[in-house]
């Protein structure tokens, strides 16, 4: 006699087996865990694997974030390390703006370009703090630009390093490398007005922002040599999720009913 009951249990045997035998064959025959469906997956999965296989294209992207910014910072440590830099610290306190005050691999800093810098920083700062609603004693603000000197001379250092590079780049890369990757500059700012706009409220010259494309471009074609190197192993991927669970771990958990009752002493 016909058993709904048992034949129902015979089919969910017969489907259990026919996975265990396709994910036997599958390895054997060089297939990989991705191959199976995802419902023959699920019954060897417990949910913090599951969780992690969710998770790993965020990771990966995380993982390539930081990996380009080790390199790229590896990169100009290295240009630095490189290069032959003077430095002449009683002009950047005391000199005209016509004196030297740094020659980068025999390319001359006046002491006028970085007075321009300051100035520019000095305005960054009274527009920030007049957002927030606070007033900053000029005094206050020359002894800022002051102590802040000496880091605004190795930025501008940094910067004159990185030109030099990029202009040995642009020897050698097509101009219309340098045009596309304006254009794609150009749309991520919203066109062409959009872009003059930000420009203007930072300050920034259409020559600048031209080195600033350069810079970029320079950047994105020493990243693509390295591009094997953004490649994250599923050990890495792994590892990262592990280390943000730790850390999820050991946050502090917060108690919703103390919060209530602070809330109530706030309000009596």
């Not at 990966?60 to 590896?74: A, M, V």
């Not at 004693?137 to 000197?149: A, T, V």
């Not at 020559?207 to 350069?214: S, T, V």
């Amino acid at each position: 006699m016909y058993n709904e009951e048992n034949n129902y249990s015979g089919n969910n045997m017969l489907v259990y087996l026919v996975a265990v035998v396709a994910l036997v064959v599958g390895f054997t025959v060089g297939f990989t865990f991705d191959d199976v469906s995802d419902t023959v997956q699920a019954w060897f999965v417990d949910e913090e694997e599951e969780e992690f296989r969710e998770a790993k294209d965020e990771l990966k992207e995380q993982y390539q974030s930081e990996k380009e910014s080790e390199i790229l910072d590896e990169h100009v440590d290295k240009l630095i390390e490189d290069s032959e830099v003077e430095k002449n610290m009683e002009v950047l306190e005391e000199g005209e703006a016509d004196e030297v005050v740094a020659v980068v691999n025999g390319e001359e800093i006046m002491k006028e370009e970085i007075d321009e810098v300051i100035e520019q920083e000095r305005q960054h700062m009274k527009q920030q703090m007049s957002m927030m609603g606070k007033e900053i004693d000029s005094e206050e603000l020359d002894e800022r630009m002051e102590g802040i000197k000496p880091q605004i001379l190795d930025r501008e250092i940094e910067m004159a390093i990185i030109n030099q590079a990029v202009q040995e780049f642009e020897e050698t890369v097509d101009e219309e490398e340098l045009e596309e990757r304006y254009d794609e500059v150009i749309e991520e700012a919203g066109g062409q007005a959009m872009l003059d706009q930000q420009a203007a409220q930072m300050g920034i010259s259409e020559e600048e922002i031209d080195e600033q494309i350069a810079i970029g471009a320079y950047l994105n074609n020493y990243l693509e040599e390295r591009s094997e190197e953004l490649e994250p192993t599923e050990e890495e991927l792994r590892e990262m999720y592990e280390e943000q669970q730790e850390d999820t771990k050991e946050q502090p958990q917060i108690d919703m009913e103390d919060m209530k009752d602070m809330k109530d002493m706030k309000i009596k």
